[in-house]
């Protein structure tokens, strides 16, 4: 897993990312809580481990202002303060678990993986729907709806759609589209692409009077962020 780490203490944060990195996780590690929420905002993470007391910016008000932007990157909160009602504080600021110093590289170790988890967990569960500027594709029911209003897609249609909107803001080629919704690794000379995409713009865009997915010249398509 990529793991941020929080920790101003040199000798502190020496051993944690030997244990983490030994353990085969890949960890950035920074001493300055600004500098941690701004990578925290910027980069993907797996988990976040924040010590709670940091210079510039502690550890429990990254965790807020991360958790106020929705970001809702698994966290865990590392701490000399050890008190209930400490602990209590930084679970409620939006912590997913939280460590008291000192610990045990191992207990660090098994509480990340199990953060982990969830979160892939959760990620898997919340893929089943996609949605953007109105339009909801709910790949449980095979549905798809544009401001509220059904939209009848072949499963071909349904699929490309998928696909398109799975890589937003990024251009899906021909050849791209072809494997992954025909499962054809190679150019037959056909039009089907082509033909699907203009029917799949007909239900989505013309009678709402929108635009998703934009033809890049030369290049493919792009559903537009």
Known sequence: MRIL???????????????????????????????ALLAATTRDYDVLVFDRMTPDLDGLSALKTLR?????????????????EDRV????????????KPFAMTELLARITALGRRGRAEAAETATRLSHRGLDLDL??????????????????????????RSKGRIQTRAMLLERVWDINFDPSTSVVETHM???RNKIEKPFGLEFIKTVRGSGYMFID
Request: proline content about 3%.
């Open 198 to 200: 203009s029917r799949l």
């Open 140 to 165: 449980l029911s095979q549905t798809c709806a544009c401001n509220g209003t059904t939209v009848l897609l072949n499963p071909k249609e349904f699929r490309l759609l998928e696909v398109l909107m």
């Open 89 to 100: 504080e930084g679970l409620e600021a939006g912590a997913d678990d939280y460590l008291s």
């Open 5 to 35: 780490l929080l920790e101003d203490d040199p000798e502190i944060g020496t051993w944690t990312v030997k244990g983490l990195t030994a353990a085969g996780h890949v960890v950035d590690w920074i001493e300055n809580g600004r500098e």
């Open 68 to 84: 106020s932007a929705r970001i809702t990157t698994p966290l865990i909160l590392l701490t000399a303060l050890g008190a209930v």
